[in-house]
């Protein structure tokens, strides 16, 4: 079989039967299985696909199991011999698989592949290629500064804004989007369970660079990316101390304990600036009153001034357990 397209389903059914509708479409010509596999939302996605679309292969998980886990659970299920990582919340356009595939097994050394990501309206997603995390670069991310700076080497995504032209070699692939041969995705040891949720792609895609191969960004292979499809169920504040846990633990892994606490040092002080900045700017009306409203970033970075001083609920960071969160 020439592809498996692995998909871990996490209360997007909707989502789910719109991007599995847009494979079937684009995919013909090639050997593909569909893998969906469903981390303890019982949303109906068992059902939905029973009914509509009979050929997909579907595992039912009582518990959410994380990203990294049901991924590699649903792998050993796989029989491809490349492997697409896709997220439900996705919609391909065109020949979006075959070039990745085709370019997979043609680039030399090639690792992981991944793609163009587009909102919803068009624009393109800066996530899908980034530079692997560093105190430096995750204390002054901020819009502000990608837009005075896009081709920094801070961020690791130069390629989206330079020529368009081929293939370019870069650090990190979005885990929206990934995929490997087969052969190397075990050689690499599958995902880290380490992770419960984020930072498992930028982990895989340091361990394929690690073990002598190259990833790649593809710019002619497209693919819709609606984001958050399974995170906007979470509780208030789940993504911002996930994802930041997450980083601590990659940095902790790669390099040493000790940059792990000064990550979250750094955390700390970043997270208390821009809330002292907000605190000011909004009685001058220097910004909008949706700052104060839930998703905002003045809750965003309390929700991080709240983990970096390890006041987050337990729940969110004990990945390891196997938990409706």
């Not at 330079?162 to 990190?172: F, I, L, R, T």
Request: aromatic share 10%.
């Amino acid at each position: 079989m020439d592809l498996s397209i692995i998909i871990v389903n996490r209360n997007s059914r909707e989502y789910l039967g719109k991007c599995i509708a847009s494979i079937l479409a684009n995919t013909r010509g090639i050997e593909v299985e569909v893998v969906v596999i469903d981390n303890g939302s019982f949303d109906g996605t068992g059902e939905m696909l029973r009914d509509c679309y009979p050929q997909v292969r579907y595992f039912q998980r009582d518990t959410n199991l994380g990203f990294a886990k049901a991924n590699n659970a649903a792998f050993l299920e796989s029989r491809g011999r490349n492997v697409l990582f896709l997220n439900p919340d996705t919609e391909i356009v065109g020949e979006a698989v075959p070039i990745l595939l085709d370019h997979l097994e043609e680039l030399p050394k090639a690792g992981a592949v991944g793609c163009r990501l587009l909102n919803a309206d068009g624009s393109v997603q800066t996530s899908c290629i980034q530079s692997f995390p560093t105190i430096l670069n995750q204390a002054l991310d901020s819009e502000l500064l990608r837009s005075f700076w896009p081709m920094s080497s801070l961020w690791g995504n130069a390629a989206l804004f330079g020529s368009q032209d081929g293939p370019k070699e870069v650090e990190a692939i979005s885990g929206a989007c990934l995929m490997l041969k087969r052969s190397v995705f075990q050689q690499v040891g599958l995902f880290s369970e380490d992770y419960f949720m984020y930072t498992e792609d930028i982990d895989l895609s340091y361990k394929t660079r690690r073990s002598g191969y190259r990833n790649y960004y593809i710019p002619d292979a497209t693919i819709i990316h609606f984001g958050g499809g399974s995170t906007k169920k979470e509780s208030r504040g789940f993504p911002e101390i996930m994802m930041r846990e997450s980083i601590r633990r990659f940095l902790g892994k790669t390099r040493g304990k000790y940059y792990g606490f000064a990550y979250r040092a750094s955390m700390l002080i970043s997270a208390a600036g821009r809330l002292i900045l907000l605190s000011i700017a909004f009685p001058l009306r220097l910004v909008r009153p949706e700052t104060l409203s839930p998703g905002s970033p003045f809750r965003k970075w309390w929700a991080i001034l709240g983990w970096s001083l390890g006041l987050a609920p337990s729940r969110y960071v004990r990945n390891r357990r196997q938990t409706q969160l």
